[in-house]
């Protein structure tokens, strides 16, 4: 592999690296949260998102493009997986929405993951390409990881509060049989004195 080749190599590589984003954002209730991308003519961007958090854990993700003509809308949705290649230059807004709620915010999870677009004009190396589809299926196990790790935590959140409310309510339970033991013991006793006056 000449010297040329290995600077391409490793450019094409950083702007990929680049290209790939996670975060973590709070929506508030009626609000929306816009981000966008300037992508060229056949770079390709994944949008991946997760409700980690608020209300029925649902929420509207719109991707549009440099026209503002909407290319992907999801509706009320807990998760979601977009993928585009542009077909123009220029930014591409995506958003989130959590308009439809007016009292609960929103926890959303979201990676944004592109490829820049190098024209294979046979120069490229073979181990170029594999370090290419390593990459992209190191990102899908990152993405599945941090969409686990988002469901633990859910699902750790409902066993903790499931647990406080058996908790409460055993609570509830025994003061409710003290009271009723309580009740008997005084009946009882108070019509054994109305037996011995008479």
């Known amino acids: 592999m000449s010297l040329d080749r290995r600077i391409h190599f ?3 590589l950083t702007f990929w690296i680049s290209l790939v984003l996670g975060h973590m954002i709070d929506v508030k209730a009626a609000q929306k949260e816009c981000f966008f991308e300037d992508l060229h003519v056949n770079d390709k961007m994944t ?4 409700v980690g958090a608020g209300g029925h854990l649902d929420i ?9 003509v909407a290319i992907q809308k999801d509706f009320k949705s807990s998760t979601g997986t977009v993928s585009i290649t542009a ?5 591409y807004t995506y958003c989130f929405s ?11 999870s979201f990676n ?17 390409r594999e370090v290419r589809d390593l990459a992209v299926g190191l990102q899908a196990v990152k993405d599945e990881q941090e969409y686990i790790v988002i469901r ?4 750790r959140d409902t066993a903790e509060s499931t647990n406080a409310r058996v908790v409460w309510w055993s609570i509830f339970q025994a003061v409710i049989l003290f009271c009723v033991c309580g009740w008997q013991i005084y009946y009882l006793q108070s019509f054994f004195e109305v037996k011995r006056n008479y």
């Open 152 to 155: 633990e935590r859910r699902h």
């Open 47 to 50: 949008v991946t998102y997760q």
């Open 10 to 12: 490793f450019l094409c």
């Open 112 to 128: 944004v993951h592109g490829v820049i677009y190098v024209p294979d004009d046979g120069t490229i190396a073979p181990i170029e």
């Open 60 to 68: 509207d993700f719109w991707l549009g493009d440099p026209l503002d």
């Open 87 to 91: 077909e123009t230059d220029g930014r």
């Open 98 to 108: 959590n308009e439809m709620s007016t009292l609960q915010d929103k926890v959303v």
